[in-house]
């Protein structure tokens, strides 16, 4: 009787094997994960960090305002080279440009907008109109002058005329990564706000 009740003790003190496969699973279940290190989480906080640099970076407006023309004076010259077709001289292109995008306008104030001498636009409006590009008008302001405004000749061909002389220039756009042009983009549009906004030309013409 001795050996059967201390054999039963043992038996009641054993844990069974599916008890301890039970108490292992429980074990695994309520165990936190080993993380393993993450590439992308690494490459999110570089990001991240060299964000806040450029944040936290002083920019020098004079230094800024000279690279931009800088990078004005070299974007001017490879379009200047760029063959705009159909005897459209470069000349022609800037003054129809005028015309077309910003409206009719006195041979005095395209003159003074393309920084020549009257008698040089005077002889420019006087070939341009004669290849039936630009018309004259009498100017309602004043009986003494006249309003200068481009014909729908004269706007095909400043449309055809910018197209060839962009090109390049597109082509090497689209060679560039989506993000980069996306953020091409976004430069152009604030540039374009910072030169509308800006007050330099009045300045300059009070002067």
Wanted: positive net charge; hydrophobic residues 40%; proline residues 4%.
């Amino acid at each position: 009787m001795g050996k059967k009740s201390k054999g039963k003790g043992k038996a009641k003190g054993k844990v069974s094997k599916k008890e301890r496969g039970k108490a292992l699973r429980l074990a695994a279940a309520t165990a936190e994960p080993i993380s393993e290190p993450d590439e992308s989480s690494h490459a999110a906080a570089e990001v991240t960090d060299l964000a806040e640099a450029r944040r936290r970076r002083t920019v020098d407006s004079m230094e800024l305002a000279a690279r931009l023309a800088s990078i004005s004076t070299v974007l001017q010259r490879h379009l200047s080279r760029a063959d705009a077709g159909e005897g459209l001289t470069r000349a022609r292109l800037s003054a129809l440009a005028l015309l077309v995008l910003g409206g009719p306008r006195t041979l005095g104030d395209l003159a003074a907008a393309e920084h020549v001498r009257p008698p040089t636009m005077t002889r420019l409006i006087h070939a341009m109109e004669a290849d039936g590009l630009v018309t004259r008008r009498p100017n309602p302001d004043d009986a003494r002058s006249v309003v200068i405004e481009a014909t729908s000749k004269g706007v095909k061909q400043l449309e055809k005329g910018r197209v060839r002389q962009i090109a390049p220039l597109a082509e090497t756009i689209s060679d560039l990564g989506r993000d980069e042009r996306l953020r091409l983009e976004d430069a152009a549009d604030l540039l374009g706000r910072v030169l509308r906004d800006s007050t330099w030309e009045s300045a300059g013409s009070d002067e």
